[in-house]
């Protein structure tokens, strides 16, 4: 079989992750081992167990990839790596080992943005189904535990440029979910959790006000549009620190302080909780709570994804990142979009969280054009994506 056999490493979290990917266009192998059981007891990831955790992991993690895709080290055309945007000391594991590899096999080695690989998790999986017309311009909504950005994507003779047309004033959506999960004594991520727990409470019953969840500034309209003097160009920006607070006094005025304490110590008490493990010692309060939490988010990523669509006269939305794996956000964004007859493309709900098959996806093309990375580059923690 002829191609371009690229081996992704991606390190930048909570996840050590290798792949091997086909020229951009097949999945060949996956493999990615999760730092959960490490970060859960302190609710969050920390920085440091992180690095050690990466350092333990990488190389069974390639080993494993390469092995799957009956690949032996020698035989792949070159290593792509997570540069950033993540954590520094994350990042430079999966770099320093990406360079050893590139530079004892003596093959090309390519730095990958963490975003554009989220991006190209899209482009790879619609390839591999065979659907290779692409209509621009492209949107993709990025969202995640760090970004919830919108970028306008432009392909041009194998290369790929991204305008920033929006992206959250504080906290992102996936941090957001991460936060009120905690704040609940749900555990760490709080995302999956409070997808699964969503369907059993009623998404009506909480309702939070505009200006907890719109961002608004003196030139901002309740959709998000931004237009601003300097620039013609209207952005569309998200803000979810303010919903996170809405609940922390919801929780107070309603006196839930001591069943969530008592939930944190029952569920830190279960190996694995399951759905009825959550939903053995989650009260209907908390349930509805939950359900009008992600509700809320859910209609705000959307409406401002598809007025953002709207105003720039979009062809295609692509929504990505671990957020995109919701359940909620997909049937609904796909509903949204199909009334505007707008199609919209999400991963597999693997590779919309951080995995490194989309690493290696995104780095076809700079292996094509031949932009390859210099040994002596770094991580850098907040890389920007254009
Ligand atoms: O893309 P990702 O794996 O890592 C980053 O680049 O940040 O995203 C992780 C984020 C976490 O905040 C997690 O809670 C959220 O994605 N997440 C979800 C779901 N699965 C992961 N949020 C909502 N629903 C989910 N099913
Ligand atoms: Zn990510």
Redesign the pocket.
Known sequence: MHGAYILGIES????TAAAVVRSGEQLISNVVASQIATHQPYGGVVPELASREHLKAIVPVVRQALHEANRTYKSVDAIAVTRGP?LAGSLLVGISYAKALAFALEKPLIAVN?LEG?IHAVLLEERQKGNRELQFPVLALV?????THLYLAAEKENSWTYENIGHTRDD????A??KV?KLLGLGY????V???LAPHGDANAVKFQPAQIKHRDRRGRADGRVVDADDPRPRYDFSYSGIKTAILRYVESHDMRSSIEDRRKRLAAIFKPKLEDYLSVCDRQTLDLVASF?RAIVQDLIGKTLAAAQEYNIATLFVT???A???E?RITFEQEAAKEGMPVYFPS?PL???NAAMIAAAAYPKFIANDFADMDFSAEAGLVLR
Do not use: K, M, W, Y
């Open positions: 930048s979290c909570d996840e993540g963490h989220h969202v995640s535990g760090g970004h992102a959506a996936g941090e979910f991460d999960a991520p709080g995302g999956p409070i997808d699964r992600q990142g671990g957020v794996a919701n359940q956000l709900r919309s969280t951080d």
